[in-house]
């Protein structure tokens, strides 16, 4: 069996797969050494482990799934890669990013791919039929967008999404959330018949925590898989060992 982990800047996901099959998916705010233990006690057959971060290594984390697995990868710069990356700037391509665009070639080798995350950021990647990952666009986050109507002005309130209709707000609590959260919707769908106008026969591959108040919204059909970071990784993992 497989873990892999990914910790992000506000929450740490991880899961253990069989395979290719995930078997168990964990969430946790601090992912430790302590954590570690716990999991190692759940699921002791694991031999083979990936991490990556966006934050400060932890030595001591790391070498404690060095001693536990027969092979562990630090996802890194150099770290070889099922896939071709192409971007011009590849140190400063988030992880996150790269293992979304492996774990799309996975689900949908020899295709175009366009991953769309909606979290944190609202980040567009695109992955070619050549299996090439080409790069892609980073936009702000709806938290963000909402975050900065009332932090950067003297009398908006900072609201909280909900779902809601594409008409006009009736008050400035609607007309700020309906201008936030049906903005990102004109924005995926405009980006989307873009990337459609020039690249054929293409699969639209969303994931992120906040998917889930768009994916009903879009006119364009979509693919959902909140895991496909995850499913990046295991690929990645199981690529190198």
Known sequence: ?????????????????????MVDKISMEVFNTG??????????????????????????LISSLKQHVDSFIELGRDTPLPVKNVYETPETLGYDRL??????????????????????????????RENNYRGGNISPGMQMRFRALNEH????????????????????????????????????DGFIDQMKSVHEDLKIMVTGGDSNFFDNSLKNSIFVDLNLILKGLNRILEYNA
């Open 1 to 21: 069996m497989n873990l892999v982990i990914d910790i992000g800047n506000t929450l740490t996901k991880g899961a253990i797969f069989r395979d290719d099959e």
């Open 35 to 60: 954590r570690l233990e716990d999991i190692i006690k759940k699921y002791p057959g694991f031999n083979k482990a990936i991490l990556s971060t966006v934050k400060e290594r932890d030595p001591a």
């Open 99 to 128: 293992a979304a665009a492996v774990g799309a070639n996975t689900i949908f080798p020899g295709s175009n791919v366009l991953i769309i995350d909606i979290g944190s950021a609202i980040t567009f990647d695109f992955i070619d």
């Open 153 to 188: 002005t003297s009398n908006l309130p900072l609201v909280k999404p909900a779902v809601q209709d594409r008409g006009i707000g009736k008050n400035t609590t609607e007309a700020i959330r309906k201008g936030v959260q049906n903005g990102i919707i004109y924005e995926i």
